[in-house]
């Protein structure tokens, strides 16, 4: 990481760890910040987001890392998971915005992730709270769909 990334990484991490236990991750490419949200089986959601070179600081991509994937493949486990993860994740969004950000989910990368566009660095913690809050109810409407008994899905 260049100097003056990795210095803007060290600042966002401090910024960040007045609300959240945070570390960096990923080759010190994401900060990881550790959220009050839980999957449904307690397991805590985390948040990451680039540690430096932000080339507008109004704008963060915020993402799970693959994590929610990860987990409700332990939940749903088929050979065309991706596409069903696909389908509940459109059916969910279609009705569940997040209210200050955008939200999608990569096929390739099989990760989800939201653009907080036009956010002060002060309000960054509240999207990371709310985007945490948008994949709890998440992973809970999969883990609900999952429940169900399987001679009543079609």
Known sequence: MLEGAKRVGEELKEFLSEQFDCCFCDNDMHIGAR???????????????????????CNYRLTDLCE??????????????SDKFYSYFCDYTLLNKCENMDVYFS???????????????????????????????FSNYVYEKEEEPKETKQ
């Open 35 to 57: 959220t009050k949200y839980h999957y449904p089986d307690g397991d805590v959601i985390d948040i990451f987001l680039p540690s430096g070179g932000i080339q507008d600081p």
């Open 68 to 81: 929610t994937y990860g987990w409700i493949r332990t939940v749903c486990v088929d050979d065309v998971f």
């Open 107 to 137: 096929r390739c990368f099989k990760n989800i992730f939201a653009v907080a566009q036009n956010t002060a660095l002060k309000d960054l913690p509240d999207r990371i709270n709310e985007f945490a809050l948008f994949i709890q109810k």
